[in-house]
């Protein structure tokens, strides 16, 4: 199995940047698509970023499209999210999540715990 372990969250002021890694161990990172997650306060958990085990395919989801990027460093199993330009509207609990290429199932099969992100108006 995979564990996930999320950092570099935190309070932010509006404009700033921020950049989340996600620590995996266990089974070989560069077999599983990873993807980050995110939920605000009363609202449903959804899609920031997806970059599959090949590379050749990512997603953004629209809101952070030109100021999020997504990379993956296989060899030192770490997934990040370098976050510019923040917004108000970014805050939530950030988390990393993984899915195995052989795995034909919906959803994601593992989770990191969560990293806050607060940014001020």
């Known amino acids: 199995q995979v564990q996930l372990v999320e950092s570099g969250g935190g309070l932010v002021q509006a404009g700033g940047s921020l950049t989340l890694s996600c620590a995996a161990s266990?089974?070989?990172?560069?077999?599983?698509?990873m993807a980050w997650f995110r939920q605000a306060p009363g609202k449903e958990r959804e899609s920031v970023a997806i970059y599959r085990w090949s590379g050749s395919i990512t997603y953004y989801i629209d809101s952070v499209k030109g100021r999020f990027t997504i990379s993956r460093d296989n060899a030192k199993n770490m997934m990040y999210l370098q976050m510019n330009s923040l917004k108000p509207e970014d805050t939530a609990v950030y988390y990393c999540?993984?899915?195995?290429?052989?795995?034909?199932?919906?959803?994601?099969?593992?989770w990191g715990q969560g990293t806050q992100v607060t940014v001020s108006s």
């Open positions: 999540a993984a899915k195995s290429r052989f795995d034909l199932s919906q959803g994601y099969n593992y």
């Open positions: 266990g089974r070989t990172f560069s077999n599983y698509n």
